[in-house]
């Protein structure tokens, strides 16, 4: 089993920041790619980023490039989303997850954290 807890979620202001990190443990972190999902209100989760084993690799939705960046820490077994420039539109639960395939870590990974609630006043 891996657990996974998010935390850095808030309230900001359009154009302002926040850093999400989610806190793994159960198992060795470096055998999981990670991913960051979202769900805003009223639609379905959507995949934001995801993140190889070793960090080399990432991945991002279209309307994140060049404003979220994905970052993880083997050796704190966490991953990190700073979000930069934030839109009304960001607003969502984001939700950390984990997966041993890069591949379906952006798709149906195994593992889920509870999400921490993320909103952008315009």
């Known amino acids: 089993q891996v657990q996974l807890v998010e935390s850095g979620g808030g309230l900001v202001q359009a154009g302002g920041s926040l850093r999400l990190s989610c806190a793994a443990s159960?198992?060795?972190?470096?055998?999981?790619?990670m991913a960051w999902f979202r769900q805003g209100p009223g639609k379905e989760r959507e995949f934001v980023a995801s993140?190889?084993?070793?960090?080399?690799?990432?991945y991002y939705i279209d309307s994140v490039k060049g404003r979220f960046t994905i970052s993880r820490d083997n050796a704190k077994n966490t991953v990190d989303l700073q979000m930069n420039s934030l839109k009304p539109e960001d607003t969502a639960v984001y939700y950390c997850?984990?997966?041993?395939?890069?591949?379906?870590?952006?798709?149906?990974?195994?593992?889920w954290g509870q999400g921490t609630q993320v909103t952008v006043s315009s």
């Open positions: 159960g198992r060795t972190f470096s055998d999981y790619a």
């Open positions: 997850a984990a997966d041993l395939s890069i591949r379906v870590v952006a798709t149906t990974p195994y593992y």
């Open positions: 993140i190889s084993w070793g960090g080399s690799n990432t």
